[in-house]
């Protein structure tokens, strides 16, 4: 296992023990109908573990790029790599405590840019 790899393992145990078990629903292309000439997507549900937070204005430094402004009621989650795909801009995440929220931005923190440390996203209802 790599250094970033054993990084991503120690965050997973982090957030398993001070975070929550979340569901990310990530929309994952499916296959291409010869007959209707179109592709169809499936959405899955991934068991994952994070932590999330309501934003600090001052401490966010609104990190997540242009057209994604940090927003009254958003919430910031970091989110273990360790058997969840990527997240994207439209998937889904259920906390805990049984809300849902859309993932509006993404921020990877991937050092070697083959194996992302953690996943910090901007939630959003």
Known sequence: MS????LAAVADELLAEFGQEIILYASMPGGYNPAT?????TDAGY???????DFNFRDSGQTFG???LIQAGDR???LSPVGVPAPNPGDLVDLADGSRWNVA???TTDPSSA???IFECLLRR
């Open 76 to 78: 910031q989650l970091y």
């Open 47 to 53: 068991y994952g573990r994070g932590a999330a937070f």
């Open 3 to 6: 250094l970033y790899g054993e």
């Open 37 to 41: 000439g179109q592709s169809s997507a």
């Open 105 to 107: 931005a993404v921020k």
């Open 66 to 68: 242009a057209g994604t």
């Open 115 to 117: 194996e992302p440390v």
